[in-house]
């Protein structure tokens, strides 16, 4: 196996391309893409494994800041979850080191759950003081500290600090896109203009040819179709069938916009605000926000859904065009000697930045793999492919347990409340009403247990009967409240050395 074709560029694309070339630098990589195309730019926000893949290509996060507007994010901040107050809102927030999480308190006999919030509930404390990242990010701060040590200061400037949490990181997708190209044809990385026309294939229907409208044509062994919306490849050419997930996330239509700011203060978060009928993503990138609101087309209009946004933020906005999707995935995204990457495999929803998370857990797979493509071996297919499905299967859970809070301003909020729900959320959610979480709930291998609490607390799921019930009748009040005092006070201590956000993108840029 020597030709590699990625077919679609855009960050999803780029991001494939550089992954093979990083771990299979011999094999020829051709991206086809066409500026005729462009690219969607509305995901703007990711997860803490961008980082790690960031550092699997070379690419510093510095260089993320100078050419992609990028910003730092420590969490997603949910804003009128619960209600219209003005003070609803809660943080889910990525790991941070120990002594400042949710397992603060754990001792060698209640090693099982995450004690400190619950600790905190039974005192009567409200979750937001016993969240570092929330004290953090309400101050515009970043989980740095200064370095001292004076061999850490190399040519990377992120070790100039020392990092308490993961995180992640926001952009101008359109930028980042434009980045990642111009590394990847440093890199070796061939692109070919076009846009694909036919599509030729062997007896056994594995690809052969790419033939393109400008009369060149691409020559496979293997094809990644990163075609996006379009789904060119996976679902136009091989018919995969399609695993729809609308009865659980109804949401269909979203609508981009932008807000300038010109403001000093840049939010180290993701902000996702609940409205009527949706909700708004609005992600701070360097000199703007990157804004969409997502909704059920069956209760509102765009041109209504227009009007709730400049309500909602005090001014007129242009909206560039909107997109019409359906939640869901193909049961099969490898198929032959093709695999679907990004959009073109599926679209749940942005509400967790789940997209170029799974893009890249994807090619990660297939670079492990690749040595074995060849082979075409239908059960390593089968394998992937059921793997692919039951990791959307964990983000429709994790996602739609955040639209199960207590907002009922609507029809589209009130119909949660009946909703039928997929199974392992619905055993969840039984029996975190009648107990707290534990280790022993943790099965799932893309959210952590700490993720789950976090929005069971910020939603108030979680019944103040059941958690006073767990905590007296394991004697914990008498094990660990004393504790939780002293994990509040550690906490503070290690806000106010916290780096300020906008100080912390002046160093990256200047590196």
Known sequence: ????????????????????????????????????????????????????VLDMLGIPVSDIVKYADGTIKSAIKFT????????????????????LNFSSLNTENYNHTCLTPFIGM???????????????????????TANNDQQALNDNPIFQFNKLSTYAMHFNARK?????????????ITRVEGIVDDIVSDEQGNITTLNLGNGNSVNCDFVFD???????????????QWNSYSDVLPCDTAMPFFIKTDSDNVEPYTE?????????????????????????????SVDEAKKEVEERFGCEIEVPRTFKFSAGCYNETWIKNCIAVGLS???????????????TMNVLDVVVWLDRLEQGNQDDRDFFNETFVQRNQEVVDFLAFHYMGKRNDSEFW??????????????????????????????????????????????????????????????????????????????????????????????????
């Open 176 to 188: 980042l896109a434009d980045f990642l190209k111009h590394v990847a044809l440093e890199r070796g």
């Open 226 to 240: 990163c075609t996006g919306l379009q789904r060119l490849i996976i679902g136009k050419h091989f018919g995969s």
């Open 1 to 52: 196996m020597k030709d590699l074709v990625v077919v679609g560029g855009g960050t999803a694309g780029w991001l494939a391309a550089l992954l093979l070339n990083a771990h299979h630098p011999h094999k020829n990589i051709t991206v086809v893409e066409s500026d005729e195309i462009g690219i969607l730019g509305a995901g703007e926000g990711t997860v803490p494994h961008f980082i790690t």
């Open 272 to 300: 996702a605000i609940a409205m009527k009928y949706g909700w708004v993503w609005k992600i701070p990138v360097q000199g703007r926000y990157g804004c969409g609101y997502v909704f059920d087309s069956t209760y509102i």
């Open 122 to 144: 039974y005192k009567g404390d409200d979750f937001k003081n016993n969240n570092f990242i929330n004290k953090i990010s309400e101050q515009y701060k970043v989980a740095f």
């Open 345 to 359: 495999s599926g679209f749940i929803e942005p509400l967790e930045a789940t997209s170029i998370w799974t893009t």
């Open 414 to 511: 009130t119909a949660w409340k009946t909703k039928k729900l997929p199974k392992q959320l619905d055993k969840l959610t039984k029996r975190w009403k009648r107990t707290v979480p534990s280790y022993s709930d943790d099965n799932r291998d893309l959210f952590s247990l700490d993720s789950w609490i976090a929005v069971a607390i910020g939603i108030k799921w979680i019944e103040p009967e059941a958690v006073n019930t767990y905590i007296e009748a394991n004697n914990i009040n008498n094990v660990s409240a004393l504790g939780y005092d002293d994990v509040k006070q550690y906490q503070d201590s290690h806000v106010d050395p916290c780096i300020d956000h906008q100080t912390f993108l002046n160093i990256m840029r200047s590196a």
């Open 80 to 99: 009128n979850w619960n209600s219209t107050d003005a003070d609803d809102y809660y943080y889910h927030p990525f790991t941070v080191a120990e002594g």
